[in-house]
């Protein structure tokens, strides 16, 4: 069969989810589906150490369409070279390889970015340990059936596929849990909670001195006065009114492979780049539209901060954010050009990601130590204007009047609640109401929003640890 046969066959089998697309954004089809699959199996494979079998399985699952192509995707895992390769109907192949301290990276014909990434140098944590060397059962029956419930499968799909819970009072692990084949140091993948973490360190910046919120940013592209995109700043990338013309990263379903935005995260080894390059569909600060180039580029903004290169980003992580908060098990991973893909790439122990929720429930600080500049985390946690999901400045918030913020509070969630969201069910909610926080990673299609279960976890847990609770000899 020819290649113009198999690509009309993948146009018919597309158009059924009711999809009308470019003949450019068709031909990008195999390459974006091929590279999202690679990407996820070599970081789930190789770091996270799940079965490649069931990573392509329970991903897929949570991704509305996908059936209809994944049939004909052939995934070769070469555990030997730690890499791996997937073809769409024999087309499109994609490259996924993996560096010790890196994860993976796709591989576009060109060679990555050399990095030596500098020694590990254990620093005392700055936050107290907040945990032992076991699992945290919880003691309150209340809490224990809320993780019950969480970690329970409907009779009939969309099933949850939760991976990891763990709750956080008052600066102390409550209750966790873990489904098979993951422990407590196992990383797992935030997809875009990453998002958060980039904010995070993009705060730092701003806290140094080396990046300022209001100002428009330093890429060399936009600095000529006539360029309209001179104008956009850290805000508005932070919040997603940059007005760059990349599609959105809202959705995770078929219909996600037609999106600029994932042409630049699975087919170009330089993300910023390609980002940078894109020119605006509304003036900056006018529109809100969620998409991962905003956070690519501010992602190259910390790398040349850090000094330029992968390794400067890490020694910098690590210093200023990983270390201080104890966060021992976390794999960033970056692009062929040596850039963070800070837009959904980073792996942590759902340790780690309840060691980084911590932070924002202690105003970023850390040991007497101001982690974050002052008011931070109050700006993070602000709600962004026409934002109908309800986000803030790298983080979802139930801050202000948003459709998402009242959804969430009539469905149980405190007014005062934010969070790390990343794609297909994972969490990292901040209550500071109840001095209380939780993490929720696994695979969950996000439609419909209470797929996942995270609206009973909320409540249930809300519950099972609030002070009434604790009265009547809970946690």
Same mark, same amino acid.
């Given at each position: 069969?020819?290649?113009?046969?198999?690509?009309?066959?993948?146009?018919?089998?597309?158009?059924?989810?009711?999809?009308?697309?470019?003949?450019?954004?068709?031909?990008?089809?195999?390459?974006?589906?091929?590279?999202?699959?690679?990407?996820?199996?070599?970081?789930?494979?190789?770091?996270?150490?799940?079965?490649?079998?069931?990573?392509?399985?329970?991903?897929?699952?949570?991704?509305?369409?996908?059936?209809?192509?994944?049939?004909?995707?052939?995934?070769?895992?070469?555990?030997?070279?730690?890499?791996?390769?997937?073809?769409?109907?024999?087309? +499109?192949?994609?490259?996924?390889?993996?560096?010790?301290?890196?994860?993976?990276?796709?591989?576009?014909?060109?060679?990555?970015?050399?990095?030596?990434?500098?020694?590990?140098?254990?620093?005392?944590?700055?936050?107290?340990?907040?945990?032992?060397?076991?699992?945290?059962?919880? @003691?309150?029956? @209340?809490?224990?059936?809320?993780?019950?419930?969480?970690?329970?499968?409907?009779?009939?799909?969309?099933?949850?596929?939760?991976?990891?819970?763990?709750?956080? &009072?008052?600066?102390?692990?409550?209750?966790?849990?873990?489904?098979?084949?993951? +422990?407590?140091?196992?990383?797992?993948?935030?997809?875009?909670?990453?998002?958060?973490?980039?904010?995070?360190?993009?705060?730092?910046?701003?806290?140094?001195? &080396?990046?300022?919120?209001?100002?428009?940013?330093?890429?060399?592209?936009?600095?000529?006065?006539? $360029?309209?995109?001179?104008?956009?700043?850290?805000?508005?990338?932070?919040?997603?009114?940059? +007005?760059?013309?990349?599609?959105?990263?809202?959705?995770?379903?078929?219909?996600?492979?037609?999106?600029?935005?994932?042409?630049?995260?699975?087919?170009?080894?330089?993300?910023?780049?390609?980002?940078?390059?894109?020119?605006?569909?509304?003036?900056?600060?006018?529109?809100?539209?969620?998409?991962?180039?905003?956070?690519?580029?501010?992602?190259?903004?910390?790398?040349?901060?850090?000094?330029?290169?992968?390794?400067?980003?890490?020694?910098?992580?690590?210093?200023?954010?990983?270390?201080?908060?104890?966060?021992?098990?976390?794999?960033?991973?970056? $692009?062929?050009?040596?850039?963070?893909?800070?837009?959904?790439?980073?792996?942590?122990?759902?340790?780690?990601?309840?060691?980084?929720?911590?932070?924002?429930?202690?105003?970023?600080?850390?040991?007497?130590?101001?982690?974050?500049?002052?008011?931070?985390? &109050?700006?993070?946690?602000?709600?962004?204007?026409?934002?109908?999901?309800?986000?803030?400045?790298?983080?979802?918030?139930?801050?202000?009047?948003?459709?998402?913020?009242?959804?969430?509070?009539?469905?149980?969630?405190?007014?005062?609640?934010?969070?790390? &969201?990343?794609?297909?069910?994972?969490?990292?909610?901040?209550?500071?109401?109840?001095?209380?926080?939780?993490?929720?990673?696994?695979?969950?299609?996000?439609?419909?929003?209470?797929?996942?279960?995270?609206?009973?976890?909320?409540?249930?847990?809300?519950?099972?640890?609030?002070?009434?609770?604790?009265?009547?000899?809970?946690?």
């Amino acid at each position: 069969m020819t290649r113009r046969k198999l690509l009309l066959i993948l146009a018919a089998t597309t158009a059924l989810s009711g999809l009308v697309w470019s003949a450019a954004r068709a031909h990008d089809v195999p390459k974006v589906a091929t590279g999202f699959v690679a990407n996820i199996i070599c970081s789930e494979t190789f770091v996270t150490g799940l079965e490649p079998g069931r990573i392509f399985s329970e991903t897929m699952e949570a991704m509305p369409g996908t059936s209809l192509i994944t049939w004909a995707m052939h995934t070769q895992v070469d555990r030997a070279h730690k890499d791996v390769n997937v073809t769409l109907f024999g087309l +499109g192949r994609s490259h996924a390889v993996y560096r010790d301290g890196l994860g993976c990276t796709l591989d576009h014909g060109e060679a990555p970015a050399d990095v030596a990434l500098p020694p590990a140098s254990p620093q005392p944590a700055l936050l107290p340990d907040i945990t032992g060397p076991s699992i945290v059962t919880p @003691q309150n029956p @209340q809490l224990a059936a809320a993780l019950d419930r969480a970690f329970a499968e409907p009779a009939q799909p969309p099933f949850r596929h939760t991976r990891a819970i763990v709750v956080m &009072k008052d600066g102390h692990i409550v209750a966790e849990r873990y489904a098979d084949g993951i +422990g407590i140091d196992t990383p797992l993948l935030g997809f875009s909670a990453t998002k958060s973490v980039v904010s995070a360190l993009v705060g730092i910046l701003v806290r140094d001195g &080396k990046l300022t919120v209001d100002q428009p940013v330093p890429i060399a592209a936009w600095q000529n006065q006539s $360029d309209p995109r001179h104008a956009i700043s850290v805000d508005q990338l932070l919040r997603h009114t940059a +007005g760059l013309a990349l599609g959105s990263s809202l959705q995770a379903s078929l219909a996600s492979v037609l999106e600029p935005v994932n042409r630049m995260k699975f087919m170009e080894s330089d993300m910023a780049a390609y980002a940078e390059s894109i020119p605006l569909e509304s003036a900056p600060g006018r529109v809100w539209n969620y998409h991962d180039g905003n956070f690519i580029i501010l992602s190259h903004l910390l790398r040349n901060a850090a000094g330029g290169h992968a390794a400067d980003v890490m020694r910098f992580a690590r210093r200023e954010l990983f270390g201080p908060l104890g966060m021992r098990n976390v794999v960033l991973e970056f $692009d062929a050009a040596g850039t963070p893909e800070g837009s959904s790439q980073m792996l942590a122990s759902a340790r780690d990601w309840a060691r980084f929720g911590q932070l924002y429930l202690n105003d970023g600080m850390a040991g007497g130590k101001h982690i974050l500049p002052e008011g931070w985390v &109050k700006y993070s946690a602000s709600a962004t204007p026409n934002a109908w999901v309800g986000y803030g400045a790298g983080f979802w918030t139930n801050h202000g009047d948003s459709h998402g913020a009242n959804y969430r509070i009539t469905h149980g969630w405190p007014r005062d609640a934010f969070f790390a &969201k990343g794609t297909i069910g994972q969490y990292v909610i901040v209550i500071p109401s109840e001095r209380l926080f939780i993490v929720r990673l696994g695979r969950s299609p996000n439609w419909p929003v209470e797929a996942d279960g995270v609206f009973d976890l909320v409540r249930d847990v809300v519950a099972a640890t609030s002070s009434k609770a604790t009265l009547a000899g809970g946690n």
